[in-house]
């Protein structure tokens, strides 16, 4: 086996680790949560944004709109989204959080944040700058790959 297929795979290994250990302390707080899985990214998606159409949801999740109409129906029956004529354009519709919407979100990534800095908090300095630095260079590789498809599905 090729040694940067080796590198990759120990990436992977430490990656599904870090996973595993850091979940089992945050667990209460999502479990506790009762939306599914897209009804949760969608919510956090729409936290985010504060404001994006329905449209702009689908296209940041990937999924069809007329999936995001029925997960932000279910959402707004619940109580965390609401939908609002933009005042600028009224054939536009918004989707906001709620208060309540925005609590939870903002609760479950603060007990992440918490999760992660705790961790962090025990690097040395020298450390840190290495982690910071493979981030970096992560987020650079998403950021070109997303390019990528973006200018893909312009020609398709």
């Known amino acids: 086996m090729?040694?940067?297929?080796?590198?990759?795979?120990?990436?992977l290994?430490?990656?599904?680790?870090?996973?595993?250990?850091?979940?089992?302390?945050?667990?209460?707080?999502?479990?506790?949560?009762?939306?599914?899985?897209?009804?949760?990214?969608?919510?956090?998606?729409?936290?985010?944004?504060?404001g994006a159409t329905s449209g702009q949801i689908a296209n940041n999740?990937?999924?069809?709109?007329?999936?995001?109409?029925?997960?932000?129906?279910?959402?707004?029956e619940q109580g965390l989204v609401s939908r609002?004529?933009?005042p600028r354009d009224r054939r536009i519709t918004r989707v906001l959080p709620t208060p309540r919407g925005q609590q939870l979100v903002d609760g479950l990534l603060q007990v992440r944040n918490e999760a992660i800095t705790t961790i962090l908090s025990r690097l040395t300095s020298e450390q840190l700058q290495t982690v910071e630095t493979a981030f970096q260079y992560l987020t650079e590789a998403i950021d070109q790959i997303t390019s990528e498809r973006k200018n893909e599905e312009a020609v398709a």
């Open 84 to 86: 609002h004529e933009d």
């Open 61 to 76: 999740l990937g999924v069809a709109l007329s999936t995001i109409t029925g997960i932000v129906d279910r959402l707004a």
């Open 13 to 50: 290994d430490c990656s599904e680790a870090i996973i595993q250990k850091t979940t089992t302390g945050r667990d209460r707080a999502w479990l506790s949560v009762e939306l599914t899985m897209p009804q949760l990214k969608t919510l956090i998606c729409v936290r985010k944004t504060n």
């Open 2 to 11: 090729d040694e940067r297929v080796q590198r990759i795979q120990r990436i």
